[in-house]
Structures are given as C-alpha cells and as structure tokens.
C-alpha cells in the first residue's frame, strides 16, 4: 500500500479558454466530446440530480489493464451550461475504490469577447490515493485534472487535443 504524507482535502483548477460556456459545457458532458481530450474516457451523465455518472476507460487503456468502468458517481446539481456537481469514485483498484465517493464541482463563467473561466473544485476529505492521483504527484500515473483541463482548451481553442499522454 502507498501512504501519502499530506492529504489534500480540496483541488481547485481554473482555465480560461476561447469559448463559450455551451461549448465548455458539452465537452464536459457529452460522450462524443469527452473522447478527445485528456486520457479519452467517455464520461456519460444523465443530467439530472440522482442521476448517473460513469467513465469508461479508452480502448487503450483497457488494453493495458485498466477496467472497463474507472469512475463512477451520482449527479448532485445540473445548471445547463454554468454549473454541474457529481460524486466521482475511482474503480481501478480495491483500494482506491474503497476511499469512497469525493465530490467534483465544474463552474463556468462566460467574461465577455468569448472568453469563458472553467473552474473545477474537488472535494476529497479522506481520499489521500485519489487526491495525488488527481494532482499528479504520482509518477507514470498522468497529469491528473491539470492535464485535462489543458487538454481540454487546447481542444476546444484549436479543435487539436495535445496528444501527448502525460
């Protein structure tokens, strides 16, 4: 088991990007955008509170031994196109899924000239595994939100994601 010295209980990341907040809003929560950017999980909601959410893996992560099913959670508020709240549990490995469901917040803020702020809040109290795992403190294991939110506005900025794979 890997222990982690400090625990985050809280994750805040804010991009500003070249779009509206429609735009941000179905990248985020359409199957067919959620694909392109980041590690390509097809993230699936049905919008409305108590509803489901769930991440699949990409057909290459699969191939390398990640389940089907990585993340799964409840969705809590649903305000087209400014605000969506979910629970978000990790299934990869028994022990990462055992630290319970956190809490993401995506807020989107239209600023004027097409410029949008997305800010993503997660909440992980008694989550320290899925914390740096979602900072990117863990070597070989991604860039965590940080890498997808830059993936994400380079996508919707240029209609390229970064293709690298942190």
Known sequence: MTTFSETKTTQMYRVFIKAP????????????WSVRYGYQARN???????????GKASPELQAMGMPGGVVEGEVIEVEP??????TWRFLWSEEI???????????????GNGVSSLTVTHELENAPETAAQLSGEIE?????????LSDLK??????RALEVQA
Do not use: D
């Open 140 to 148: 070989g294991a991604g860039g965590g939100w940080a890498y997808v």
């Open 21 to 32: 907040p429609e735009a941000i809003w179905e990248a985020i929560t359409s199957p067919e």
């Open 97 to 111: 899924a055992a630290e319970g469901p956190t809490r993401v917040t995506f807020h989107i803020k239209e600023l």
């Open 81 to 86: 196109p400014y605000r969506l709240v979910h």
């Open 154 to 159: 380079s996508l919707l900025e240029t209609g």
């Open 44 to 54: 699936e909601y049905e919008l409305r509170p108590g509803g489901r959410y769930s």
